[in-house]
């Protein structure tokens, strides 16, 4: 019964565009505290917003939810190749990661086939503060990770790790600024990565590419030179995913 009112709520708010309590009532069973505290519950997942005192429409979560299939084999569809193809080119293994509720999932790997030795990254949830690939995304979703309460709380893997929330605001202001972020030590020692989103608003700032090898390899320099052509290979995947960014911001809006 509860799922069934907050649905019809969606589909009410959904076919008028944009509603009030009364209107919800109006079309339905529903005493006003009931439907105030239903709507509100909407809103607090980003499945509704206000637009104005008192008046709601359809949330930005829902939008992207629904706005075109984003599902992981969908993207793989478009993704995997390019990936595949960059992981020959550099001779490391590349990777493709997403955001799943408050966390950052790298969800595909592709390795190169040229016989030269590379470091696998796996699979699986990612610390936001540690890896190339989740600080990407953070970087470009202010209202996702950065509070004063985890001050203290953030784990340091190896001695490289940021755990300070403004040292943390500092890097993700860098990455915002260049267009990719850097993993060197910080969740594991030796190991390195380099990690761009695919876009800096919309749907293509939740997810993020990247390459991952050893310290040896990823120098410095290195790391300068293969960051910016990650990010071109992000705008590229972006674009063939048919990704208008300018659209795609005020959706996320």
């Not at 993993?183 to 390459?211: D, F, K, N, Q």
């Not at 590229?236 to 911001?249: F, H, I, T």
Request: charged share 25%; glycine share 8%; aromatic share 6%.
């Amino acid at each position: 019964m509860h799922l069934e009112r907050l649905t019809f709520i969606l589909e009410v708010v959904g076919q008028k565009g944009e509603t009030t309590v009364a209107e919800i009532c109006a079309h339905s069973d529903l005493p006003k505290p009931s439907a105030y505290r239903l709507v509100q519950d909407l809103v607090g997942v980003g499945l509704l917003e206000p637009v104005a005192r008192g008046t709601f429409t359809i949330g930005s979560r829902l939008k992207r939810i629904t706005k075109s299939d984003h599902s992981d084999r969908a993207l793989l569809e478009v993704i995997a190749p390019a990936l595949k193809q960059a992981a020959k080119q550099y001779g490391t293994a590349f990777f493709l990661s997403r955001l799943r509720g408050k966390s950052v999932e790298i969800i595909h790997v592709e390795t190169p086939d040229t016989g030269v030795s590379y470091l696998h990254p796996g699979l699986g949830k990612r610390p936001l503060h540690a890896c190339s690939c989740s600080k990407a995304v953070a970087a470009f979703s202010p209202d996702l990770f950065l509070t004063s309460e985890m001050e203290g709380q953030l784990r340091a893997y190896t001695e490289f790790t940021l755990t300070n929330v403004q040292d943390l605001e500092a890097e993700f202001d860098t990455i915002r600024k260049r267009g990719f972020a850097e993993c060197v030590e910080e969740i594991e020692r030796g190991m390195c990565s380099v990690a761009a989103p695919l876009a800096p608003s919309g749907p293509g700032s939740t997810m993020s590419i990247g390459a991952t090898g050893s310290v040896r390899v990823f120098t410095p320099t290195f790391r300068e030179k293969l960051g910016p052509q990650i990010s071109h290979i992000a705008r590229e995947m972006s674009a063939n995913l048919g990704w208008d960014a300018a659209q795609d911001a005020k959706i996320s809006g």
